[in-house]
């Protein structure tokens, strides 16, 4: 979030960790980090079954909270495709601090626990404007009350989960989830 500015005070740090292993040093970093009295033992969790394994800790002397994560070169990427859109859609910065905020306060903000990820976020509200039919949505001056509570009726209300997907790439499009596994089985 650091690099994007998408930020809050409350923000964990994301430190991505690159290298040639056999297996990935989860566990030798989770020793690591205990026996050299850096991660409060409380916090630190070792997510060795998640999709993307990380470790999550909460540093013992500025109780700040970071992820490592392990080769993960599509987070770095990702950072510069957030760069693009917050400057094609300006209301975008200030409704993911708002969402952000709104997810931390319900406990949402976090994957692993039913949440949501910041990047999940992100694209759900560059999904939204790119689709959204308001006037004014690239300009400095929308109305982000209006596009936060048309935001919260898009994805509380009317958004079909079952069957629909969103897309960013080019104008943005939802797409049917069955044309989505469709080319996951054929590797497209």
């Keep these: 979030s650091f690099r994007t500015g998408l930020y809050l005070p409350t923000s964990d740090i994301d430190l991505a960790l690159f290298g040639e292993w056999e297996t990935l040093p989860l566990r030798t970093l ?9 991660a409060d033992p409380a916090t630190l969790k070792v997510l060795d079954k998640a999709s993307v394994p990380i470790i999550k ?5 500025t109780q700040v909270r970071v992820d490592v994560s392990f080769n993960m070169v599509n987070g770095i990427k990702s950072v510069e ?12 910065s200030k409704l993911i601090y708002v969402l952000k ?9 976090e994957v692993f626990t039913g949440g949501l990820s910041s990047y999940c976020l992100i694209l759900m509200v560059v999904s939204f404007l790119q689709l959204h039919a308001r006037h004014g949505v690239q300009e400095d001056d929308a109305n982000l009350g209006v596009l936060l509570l048309e935001f919260f009726e898009l994805y509380g209300r009317n958004f079909d989960y079952q069957s629909l997907a969103i897309r960013v790439t080019g104008k943005g499009s939802y797409v049917s989830k069955d044309v989505i ?4 089985k054929v590797g497209k």
């Design 101 to 109: 905020q709104f997810l931390l306060q319900r406990d949402l903000n």
């Design 181 to 184: 596994e469709e080319a996951f």
């Design 57 to 61: 800790m909460t540093d013992k002397k």
């Design 81 to 92: 495709l957030v760069k693009i859109y917050k400057k094609k859609y300006p209301p975008l």
């Design 30 to 38: 989770e020793k690591a980090l205990l026996s050299d009295d850096i």
